[in-house]
């Protein structure tokens, strides 16, 4: 058990390595994750933050956790594009003829999702910070912000293994991001839902990225968060296993 623990984990290295040296030759992918999200930011906060009431002094504050959302579903397109050309090229059939752990080859794009949507998630942070969002956050709020989107990433970068494994085209690989980067506009992160229509308030009220903006939000301001985290980890625990289980069951399935 020791050997293939190490072995896996040695393998599990090289292939972080390549996906991440992919990474580094096209940082224009990282700009282009950061470059939508700080866009939407700028235009709610000074075109329409004057005319958007949330009850509160500063709209960058009430923004940024959905902003931080909408940069992560936008990143892990990239995961399933990555994925999607491997197959495409027969990368896999390559390494699945040399001695190595056969999972370490979706782990490795998997944590590459991780390591560049963070770097996203800085960036867009300190861009805010320019704009005025301050946070009264101690560090256990911070660890545990850090903590939610980290579970969020992963669930969705499972999910774009689906779609990188699965799909047709490069197209399709990508276009199931999209529904994911509209939730954020049907939810709480840019208003607050009591100023929706009854049917899309109950929407935004019991989907998934209202409960994670509203812990979001409620740890940087140092507000109590109350059964918004528990549900909010609830989602993404769940989302992370149904999406891990039927990505392993593709991946096997076809090679």
């Not at 980067?181 to 100023?195: H, K, N, R, W």
């Not at 979001?216 to 609830?234: E, H």
């Not at 625990?237 to 289980?245: M, Q």
Request: aromatic share 12%; charged share 10%; proline share 4%.
């Amino acid at each position: 058990m020791e050997t293939v623990n190490k072995h896996f984990f040695n393998d599990l290295g090289v292939m972080l390595g390549r996906s991440m040296r992919h990474i580094s030759r096209s940082i224009d992918t990282i700009i282009t994750v950061t470059v939508m999200p700080i866009a939407f930011m700028l235009l709610f906060v000074y075109v329409f933050g004057g005319a958007i009431q949330t009850g509160t002094d500063n709209y960058v504050n009430y923004l940024l956790p959905g902003i931080l959302l909408i940069a992560i579903a936008t990143g892990i397109s990239y995961t399933a594009f990555r994925l999607f050309t491997d197959v495409q090229r027969g990368i896999f059939e390559r390494f699945h003829s040399m001695p190595i752990s056969r999972s370490t080859l979706l782990w490795g794009h998997v944590l590459t999702s991780l390591v560049s949507n963070a770097i996203s998630v800085v960036v867009i942070i300190l861009v805010a910070l320019i704009m005025g969002f301050r946070s009264s956050a101690g560090i256990l709020d911070w660890l545990s912000v850090i903590g939610i989107l980290m579970l969020f990433t992963l669930a969705l970068t499972w999910v774009a293994a689906i779609a990188g494994l699965t799909a047709k085209s490069v197209d399709g690989a990508s276009a199931f991001s999209y529904p994911i980067i509209f939730l954020p506009f049907i939810s709480s992160a840019f208003v607050p839902t009591e100023s929706m229509p009854s049917l899309v308030r109950a929407f935004a009220e019991n989907q998934p990225v209202t409960s994670i903006v509203e812990a979001i939000r409620a740890l940087l301001s140092g507000q109590p968060v109350g059964n918004d985290l528990w549900t909010a980890l609830a989602w993404c625990v769940a989302i992370l296993l149904v999406a891990y289980f039927f990505a392993m069951k593709v991946y096997k399935k076809r090679f």
